[in-house]
Structures are given as C-alpha cells and as structure tokens.
C-alpha cells in the first residue's frame, strides 16, 4: 500500500496517476483510492465516464465490508490501461451525502484490499489526516508514505503545521515518509526550501503536457516536452524503486 499526502496543490492525484501508470509498466497492476469526500476524484481521475452513486467509495464504507466480492462495482477500470483501477466519491456527492462512516468498515476495505488481486493500492489522500479518518488509517498502515511539499512558503507552513501534531503519533511514521518537491517551477526557491525541510531524492518540476494529461483522463507517461519528460523520470524512478523492494 502506498499513501500521497502533501499540501493543497502539491499534485498529489497526478502522482499517484503517474504511479500507477509506471506501475502498469512493470506489469503491475494498481487500483487509486481518493481518500478525499469533498472533490469527487471520479470525475478527475476518470472524465466523461458517467459512474452512479452506487458505484462510489461512500456508499461502499458506509456499510460492513465482508469479502473482496463487496468491492465489485466501486472499482472502475481507466480506460486508456486495464491495470488501473480507480475508487472514489462520484460527481454531486458531498461529505453529507452518506451517514459517518464507521473506522471498522474502513478497516475491513484496508485489509481485503491487502488481500485483492491487485499489487498496488495507492491512496490519494486529503491534506489535513485531522479530518478524515480514511486519511489517518493509509498513512498508518502503508509501507509507503509519500509527502509531497510545494517548495514555497505554503510548504513550509504546511509541514510547519501538520508536522506539529502528527510527529506525536508513532503510528504516522513521519521520520520514514518519502519526501518529494512538487510542483518545482524554475523560480522556486528550492535551496531555501531544503534548508527548513530537509533534502529530498525527488523532485517533480511542473509540465504543461503533464497538467494536460491529467486534466484529459490520460495516462502521465510518454511526455514529450523537457519537463514532461523529467517528470516522467522522476516518477519511473520512484515506481521501480517500489518494486524492486517487494
């Protein structure tokens, strides 16, 4: 399981896109979660495919989850790769469109996740864990926490606040989470940046041809432009780094 966190804006449903796109590249195959129950992320994930309230991740947690035969329905495959599963709230819905959901049911998801077919689940998850329990449980339990940081003041108060509370949590694992600059615009002043947060292996630049991928519902690989392509270089090298630790 793999979890991306980070501050607003960060990029965090076009890396784990990206992710699963390089994953599908190893033969692997990876189902996206969005954590978050303000934006529905089927409609961003998944654009122009018309997908009913049952068939949103709401409705599905907002009941017990007894086997992997529950998830039939709430996982809906992209059409540009049959490796990439998406789950997410569908357009319209609202964090009132179901009643509070219950931690045991969202346990119940985590663990016969871990034991579906796929190889990856890759949460996209909200940017305050305080709020959303589905948050807190996938940085908890992920092998992989990804916290992804605009390289800008906005970073720097965004781990200046969350940081705060959540190093208190040894459950969180925050020292061990992967940290990656993104977006890194040719201004950003990364070096100022590095001196509060702390280094970081990755570094994902912003590229016009990825926004529009994502915007489109296609798959972040095969960029043609220079930051596209670093982008793309980026991201492959994170996703055989994963693979090559299972």
């Known amino acids: 399981m793999i979890a991306v966190w980070g501050s607003n804006g960060s ?3 076009t890396l ?6 390089q994953m599908a590249r190893f033969q692997k195959n990876s189902v996206l979660i969005s954590t978050d129950s303000s934006t529905p992320a089927i409609p961003v994930f998944l654009p122009g495919k018309q ?9 599905l947690i907002s009941k017990p989850i007894n086997s992997v035969n529950a998830l039939k329905g709430h996982i809906h495959i992209h059409p540009k790769s049959d490796r990439i599963g998406v789950m997410g709230i569908t357009s319209g819905e609202t964090p009132l469109s179901y009643r509070s959901f219950i931690r045991e049911n969202m346990m119940s998801l985590l663990r016969i996740l871990n034991d579906s077919p796929f190889d990856y689940v890759i949460f996209c998850c909200q940017s305050n864990p305080l709020m ?7 940085l ?18 965004f781990e200046r606040a969350q940081l705060s509370w959540l190093k208190g949590i040894p459950e969180m694992r925050v ?10 615009f040719r201004i950003s002043p990364v070096d100022e940046i ?27 690989s095969g960029c043609k ?13 994170l996703a055989e780094w994963i693979v090559s630790q299972d």
């Open 51 to 59: 997908i009913e309230s049952d068939g949103s991740l709401g409705g």
């Open 225 to 237: 432009d220079r930051y596209g392509i670093q982008y793309d270089k980026q991201t492959g090298r």
């Open 175 to 184: 020292d061990k989470q992967i940290r990656i600059f993104s977006p890194v």
């Open 11 to 13: 990029g965090k449903k």
């Open 132 to 138: 959303d329990t589905l948050t807190q449980l996938s």
């Open 140 to 157: 908890q339990t992920s092998e992989y926490a990804i916290r992804m940081i605009t390289p800008d003041v906005r970073g720097i108060e």
């Open 16 to 21: 784990a896109l990206a992710l699963a796109t």
């Open 194 to 220: 590095k001196a509060f947060t702390g280094d970081s292996e990755y570094m994902l630049p912003f590229s016009e041809e990825v926004h529009s991928k994502m915007l489109a519902g296609q798959l972040i």
